[in-house]
């Protein structure tokens, strides 16, 4: 049985559907939930699941030593970041390399890097006119959004939408192919 770690910044409602999803398998299990953030609904979310949860400080991320223990004691094998919004310290890219993943909600590289994140991605694809947006899975290094990408999946932009209506649409296609992108990795 493969151990999952998702690391969540807010909602975490892909980080739910993913323990929900793989609950029902014997591959892989999401293991324990990472939050940087202790208002995030995703603690709420951890609780209501019984995932060990790990809350941890900007100080202790940036030196990373602690957590990578904390990883290791739990025997992770994948970090998933998912609605994880700071920048991941080397010494994890590094502790971790080829085995940490993010999901993007638009299409890379369009649409990414420094506050690309939650409604401002799909308000950017709004203003842009893009026809399509979609989803990004892929590998993280040291930069924002730059890692190799692993899966793209599209949806269309319709002429009325808002950005909470393409990101309604932009959370079902991630629920859809996020737990198979890493069961792939897996
Ligand atoms: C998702 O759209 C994901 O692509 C992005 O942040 C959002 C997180 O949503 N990185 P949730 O917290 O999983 O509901």
């Keep these: 049985m493969k151990q999952i ?9 892909n980080a739910e559907h ?3 999803t793989f609950a ?4 892989a299990r999401v293991a324990a939930i990472y939050c940087n953030n202790p208002k ?37 094998d994948l970090i998933v970041l998912a ?14 390399a080829g085995r940490l993943v993010n999901i993007h909600p638009a299409l890379l590289p369009k649409f990414g890097g420094k506050g690309m ?14 026809k399509e947006s979609g989803i990004t899975i892929h590998l993280i290094d040291e930069v924002y959004d730059r890692g190799k990408t692993l899966l793209q999946v599209k949806c269309p932009v319709l002429p009325d939408d808002t950005p909470e209506s393409l990101a309604e649409r ?8 996020f737990p198979g992108a890493i069961e792939k990795m897996l």
Excluded at 6 to 12: C, E, M
Excluded at 24 to 27: P, S, V
Excluded at 55 to 71: K, V, Y
Excluded at 117 to 130: N, R
């Design 18 to 20: 993913l323990a929900v």
């Design 40 to 76: 995030a609904y995703v603690i709420q979310r951890a609780a209501k699941l019984n995932i060990p949860l790990v809350l941890f400080t900007r100080a202790e991320f940036a030196d990373a030593e602690s957590l990578i223990r904390d990883l290791q004691a739990r025997q992770i």
């Design 117 to 130: 994140y939650g409604m401002a991605v799909h308000k950017a694809v709004l203003d842009a006119g893009e």
């Design 83 to 96: 609605g994880f919004l700071w920048l991941v310290p080397e010494t994890l890219t590094r502790a971790f």
């Design 5 to 13: 770690a998702v690391f969540a910044s807010g909602s975490g409602s």
């Design 24 to 27: 029902k398998g014997n591959r």
């Design 170 to 177: 932009v959370h079902q296609l991630e629920y859809s192919h």
